[in-house]
């Protein structure tokens, strides 16, 4: 899925996050994307742009990742009606 990077305006500068990003599926290092303030102390949400796929994962309270990366591991030489389970 191909995400148009031209949606994502004002987005600014983070502290970079490493993460696998569960679109494309690649470990990514990103600094670019939201940062929203909770209302709890010190609780902070945030929404980083994956750089190879323009896809945003969000952060809840900074560490828990929504969508989550994929389980386990790409399976190659399936056959074409068995692979889409896969991607």
């Given at each position: 899925m191909k995400f148009n990077q031209k949606c994502?305006?004002?987005?600014?500068?983070?502290d970079t996050k490493i993460y696998i990003c569960s679109y494309c599926n690649k470990e990514i290092a990103s600094n670019i994307g939201y940062l929203s303030k909770g209302s709890y102390e010190k609780a902070e949400d945030y929404i980083y742009i994956c750089h190879n796929c323009n896809a945003p994962t969000y952060f809840r309270y900074g560490y828990e990742q929504i969508p989550g990366s994929k389980y386990g591991f790409n399976v190659e030489g399936l056959p074409s009606d068995i692979e889409y389970i896969y991607i």
């Open positions: 994502w305006e004002d987005a600014s500068e983070l």
